[in-house]
């Protein structure tokens, strides 16, 4: 990993650099490149925006770690409301979660019973619970309660981690639920005993993921979604499915709001179903220090702000 990378991870981490570069307003302008803005109306409105452009969102609230019960009650109420939004504007918008938000860590059970609950607003008003993957160590806890609520409803599902040396088998015992899955490289500072150190590893990886995704896909047994920006990636991706025969509604491309903006456009004219992931809220820091992560270049643009 490089040593940036690894900063910039570790910095995400810290509450003292959090109260000190919130306040600042020339990173308050950098961040403004990856969400429309920090209250639910913005990211409302951008999803309005790209369904003109045949393209869907993914709607997601900042915040992680929420330790206290009640905190983690006003999360669960909270992406109720936007699902309630969801239904009433027809928007073709999906919801993603943390389970740490709707704190995991507090309550494990409360946290399934939260999934359980919003499943079920987003069959209502015809969308879709996408729940994301944070750090190895909730890894079994997330697949626990994602497979219990897959269980109960069809319109769930989990995203996996290609910088994970286990998630070769982790797939493997999903398929028998025909899950959705949502495969990403990784975000976060994860050791070399458990994630492939070298970037070579982890695309090679996701490739092989995808392949197993995709033959699924084709009998039916998972519907998979790739987020990611890796073009090449991507390109190879398209060619796998054709080999497959595979209908482009049968998977998705997600990418995140504000990353190859052109290219989400160009592969929806070229027949892919493409969707946005939209953050928004107030509790950006350490998602925004995983952003400039993946691509330290992206520090340039934070400095740029300065004058
Ligand atoms: C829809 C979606 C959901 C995600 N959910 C999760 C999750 O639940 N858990 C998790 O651990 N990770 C998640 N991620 C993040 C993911 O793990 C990667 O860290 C991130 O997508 C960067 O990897 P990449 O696949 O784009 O490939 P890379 O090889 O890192 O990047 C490919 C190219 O894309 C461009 N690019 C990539 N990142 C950026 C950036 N931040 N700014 C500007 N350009 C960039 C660069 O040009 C780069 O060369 C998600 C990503 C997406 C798109």
């Known amino acids: 990993m490089s040593l940036a990378r690894n900063l910039l991870l570790r910095a995400s981490r810290s509450p003292f650099l959090a109260r000190q570069l919130r306040e600042r307003r020339f990173f ?3 961040v403004r490149r990856f969400m429309p803005g920090e ?3 913005a990211a409302l409105d951008a ?6 452009f045949g393209i869907g969102s993914v709607l997601t609230e900042l915040g992680e770690q929420v330790t206290s019960r009640a ?16 239904r009433k504007r027809e928007l073709p918008a999906h919801v993603s979660v943390k389970l740490t938000h709707l704190g995991l860590e507090a309550d494990r059970a409360a946290c399934l019973r939260d999934v359980l609950k919003l499943a079920e607003r987003a069959a209502a008003a015809r969308s879709f619970l996408w729940i994301d993957m944070e750090e190895s160590r909730y890894v079994d806890a997330t697949l626990d309660v994602y497979r219990r609520a897959k269980a109960e409803w069809r319109n769930v599902g989990v995203c996996l981690q290609a910088y994970l040396r286990r998630t070769a088998a982790d797939l493997d015992s999903l398929f028998p639920l025909a899950p959705a899955i949502r495969l990403v490289k990784g975000a976060y500072n994860e050791p070399a005993s458990l994630a492939f150190p070298r970037k070579r590893d982890v695309d090679e990886h996701y490739f092989n993921l995808a392949v197993r ?16 920006h890796d073009l090449t990636l991507i390109q190879t991706i398209r060619g796998a499915a054709a080999a497959q025969r595979l209908d482009a509604a049968a998977y998705e491309f997600h990418l995140l709001y504000g990353i190859r903006a052109e290219e989400q456009r160009r592969l929806v004219a070229e027949g892919a179903t493409v969707r946005v992931l939209i953050s928004y809220g107030s509790a950006w820091f350490a998602w925004y220090m995983r952003r400039l992560a993946e691509r330290p270049a992206n520090v340039w643009f934070v400095l740029r702000n300065l004058v």
């Open 28 to 30: 308050q302008r950098a």
């Open 39 to 41: 209250t639910l109306d």
């Open 47 to 52: 999803t309005a925006t790209f369904a003109k």
């Open 71 to 86: 905190e983690a009650e006003a999360v669960r109420e909270h992406y109720a409301g936007v699902l309630e939004r969801i």
């Open 213 to 228: 995704l995709l033959t699924e896909a084709a009998r039916q047994r998972a519907k998979p979604v790739f987020g990611t």
